[in-house]
């Protein structure tokens, strides 16, 4: 289980973070949602812990990240997807797979790229192996980012807006992988996810709750069914004003020329 | 006189020993910079004791003419009993020297490394050393070597300060020829061509090398303008 005990993140003399406190239990497929500037990528940030807490505690299956040692070992518990992708530009899309497998879970190297293989298969890059990151679309880095944390085998996978920087497309690619990752997690024992999204009807369908942040707090936190209901999260004005601006499907005539 | 090479002839041997003698320290010279400037650029964007250390190390040997640094190690350090031979003190200031100009070159590379890249090796549980082996400095030496290129050939020019320490290199030999044979023309001609020669062997060399480390890195390496600390406390 991944928890989020009243945790305060600032910059500066800007609280981003000010006490937020969120459970993920296993098997779930938990959404963030909220608008920019909320406070959703820090929280990742702090739970996989590129950044330090300024007060609360995180602690991933027991393991508090606060604790450079205790953190360390978390770490091979959670893999994370990022908005920018953030490949090893010098190595080749296998070796950016099987780097972490190898040297921080000191699998076999043979082993390991099996499962880069077949991971890469799944995704719709079979023939890519041994093309450089440079060499690839977006859509198609941000797969291989998703091959990449897969294959640390986590027990939590965190996504950090993996789809703001591709044009719908790529997003659909990206997202039609994700949905089926969600679906085996129905069958239970798989990835537990944890996601930041702007991808509103999409968090919709694989999410098993969504919560939502605003100014650094968390406002609501429902399963999601009830955080699509009227008197449920629709029942909180700002997250009806955030919906109504998200709505994906928006008829071109109801936007002003 | 009219411009005449053969004049060199007889004294043929003795100018290309130079030449090699300053291609031998000039080598010797680099491969110490190369090691230096990685080591103090890595140590140079820490923020604590020792990246403050590397800064010092670097403004002190930036800041001090070269000759008055070969003068240090080959006049001043026999005084406190430490004897270095001239080939030896020459290998050891050009190491000195390129390192802390180097350094500034890797530093800069190491910045420039987009920070999300070194955060996705963080956050996969690699160490600390595995970080800087594998990810750090193999893309920041990618965009270091072009420039660290113009500190090697800046390394061959002031090697030929080592002839004020008795060191049979190149220039030393070219102007005791030139008296010999009262042709300075002649001698400081094949001087040229010596120096022009062996900078311009450095620099394709490290062009090839350039060419080699870079082929796959059409974009997505170093981010222009990214100034964050990449080793950022948060380990």
Not at chain 1, 151 to 161: F, I, K, Q, S, V
Not at chain 2, 82 to 107: E, H, K, M, P, Q
Not at chain 2, 188 to 203: K, N
């Amino acid at each position: 289980m991944m928890a989020v005990e009243g945790v305060v993140k600032r910059f500066g003399a800007h609280t981003v973070l000010d006490g937020v406190s969120l459970t993920v239990a296993p098997g779930e497929v938990v959404t963030i949602l909220g608008s920019s500037g909320s406070g959703k990528s820090t929280l990742i940030r702090c739970i996989n812990g590129l950044e330090a807490l300024d007060g609360g505690r995180i602690t991933v299956d027991g393991l508090d990240v606060s604790d450079p040692r205790q953190l360390a070992r978390a770490r091979r518990l959670s893999a994370t997807v990022f908005q920018m992708f953030n490949l090893y530009p010098h190595m080749t899309v296998l070796r950016n797979i099987t780097l972490a497998p190898e040297l921080v879970l000191r699998r076999p190297r043979d082993e390991v790229e099996a499962q880069a293989h077949a991971l890469l298969a799944s995704v719709g890059l079979a023939g890519k192996a041994d093309s450089y990151p440079g060499q690839l679309s977006g859509g198609q880095r941000q797969r291989v980012g998703i091959c990449r944390a897969l294959a640390m085998n986590p027990r939590y996978l965190l996504l950090d807006e993996v789809t703001s920087a591709l044009d719908p497309e790529m997003t659909a690619e990206v997202l039609a992988i994700l949905g089926k990752l969600a679906a085996r997690q129905s069958g239970g024992g798989g990835t537990t996810m944890l996601f930041v999204t702007h991808e509103v009807e999409f968090a919709r369908r694989i999410s098993t709750r969504i919560v939502f942040l605003d100014q650094g707090r968390l406002i609501v936190d429902l399963p999601t069914d009830q955080f699509f209901a009227a008197d449920g999260g629709l029942a909180h004005p700002r997250i009806r004003q955030f919906l109504s601006k998200m709505a994906p499907a928006a008829p071109l005539a109801e936007i002003p020329a | 006189m009219p411009f005449d090479l053969t004049v060199l002839t007889p004294h043929l041997d003795t100018l290309l020993a130079g030449a090699l003698l300053t291609a031998e320290v000039c080598a010797l010279g680099i491969v110490g910079a190369f090691t230096l400037a990685t080591a103090l650029g890595l140590l140079a964007v820490g923020r604590g004791w020792a990246g403050r250390l590397a800064r010092l190390y670097v403004d002190v040997f930036r800041n001090v003419p070269f000759v008055v640094q070969v003068f240090f190690l080959f006049y001043g350090l026999p005084e406190v009993g430490v004897y270095i031979d001239a080939f030896w003190t020459g290998v050891l200031a050009l190491g000195l020297v390129g390192g802390a100009y180097g350094s500034d070159v890797v530093r800069s590379g190491i910045l420039a490394i987009e920070p999300g890249v070194v955060e996705a090796a963080k956050v996969s549980g690699l160490s600390r050393l595995a970080i800087i082996r594998r990810v750090v400095l193999p893309i920041a030496l990618r965009t270091a070597i072009r420039p660290l290129g113009s500190v090697f050939v800046n390394l061959v020019l002031s090697s030929s300060i080592l002839s004020m320490i008795t060191l049979d290199e190149v220039t030393g030999t070219a102007r005791g020829v030139a008296s010999e044979t009262y042709r300075p023309f002649e001698v400081y001609a094949f001087l040229l061509a010596a120096y022009a020669g062996l900078t311009y062997a450095v620099s394709l060399g490290i062009d090839a090398l350039h060419r080699r480390l870079n082929r796959h890195m059409a974009e997505n390496g170093a981010a222009p303008g990214a100034t964050h600390g990449v080793m950022g406390r948060t380990a």
